[in-house]
């Protein structure tokens, strides 16, 4: 069964410092999302994308984030000078009619 | 706005019975997706049901089984014959239909299923 696959899994970095995750969304997928979960709440919106640009996003997504699709099968999020509260789950997901799917997750740890 | 409301922050279980999870919400959309989601001590979020707003039918997968009333706005998941790999939290999601289709989620229910 084809599933959104996401990298790294697991990223410790520096306050200040800028991070990108990456996902592979679904290949017949259009729309793409990514959430965020910090831990112990719940799964939190943060920004979807269609048709090479961002369709809607959070008031979470500030200008910190970015959204990208550099190529056909990539959907990347970064995140420019991190900050210690944006350590979370960040969850990657792609949609086909009316079904998102998530990937694994990326386990961001900010110190 | 949309919100999705899961009272029960906590919930137990032991095995082979049955336990309903409570969900709510709130909407002025007429068209919209309710799902519910599995995760695990993993953290993967993992697609448990489907409902459709638009169907009156009740959606069921195996074991797991939504009892959606549309006019109370609830939607609450019931697990039949619970095993031990059902302990996960579980998160209700509201989908609105049409745009971006993004997620509301609740805060989540803790189930632990005990041998």
């Known amino acids: 069964e084809p599933e959104v696959t996401q990298t790294p899994s697991h990223q410790v970095t520096q306050m200040g410092q800028e991070v990108i995750l990456r996902c592979v969304p679904i290949?017949?997928?259009?729309?793409f999302y990514w959430y965020r979960q910090i831990l112990g709440q719940k799964v939190e919106f943060l920004v979807s994308f269609y048709n090479n640009e961002i369709s809607e996003k959070s008031e979470i997504f500030d200008d910190q984030f970015s959204v990208e699709r550099p190529d056909g099968s990539n959907f990347t999020l970064k995140i420019r000078s991190t900050k210690l509260e944006d350590s979370a789950m960040y969850f990657c997901?792609?949609?086909?009619?009316?079904?998102?799917?998530f990937g694994e997750g990326s386990w961001l740890t900010v110190v | 706005a949309q919100t999705v409301t899961q009272s029960q922050p906590e919930m137990s279980v032991q095995e082979a019975e049955t336990v309903t999870l409570s969900c709510t919400y709130d909407?002025?959309?007429?068209?919209?997706?309710l799902f519910w989601y599995k995760q695990p001590p993993s953290r993967q979020m993992i697609l448990v049901i489907r409902q459709e707003a638009y169907k009156q039918q009740n959606a069921t997968e195996n074991r797991f089984s939504v009892n959606f009333q549309k006019a109370a706005k609830s939607f609450s998941l019931k697990i039949s014959d619970s095993q031990l790999g059902d302990t996960a939290m579980y998160f209700c999601?509201?989908?609105?239909?049409?745009?971006?289709?993004?997620?509301?989620f609740g805060k989540g229910t803790k189930l632990t299923v005990n041998p």
């Open positions: 290949s017949n997928h259009l729309y």
């Open positions: 999601a509201f989908g609105r239909q049409g745009g971006s289709e993004k997620l509301v």
């Open positions: 997901a792609s949609r086909a009619g009316g079904t998102i799917y």
């Open positions: 909407t002025s959309e007429n068209n919209y997706y």
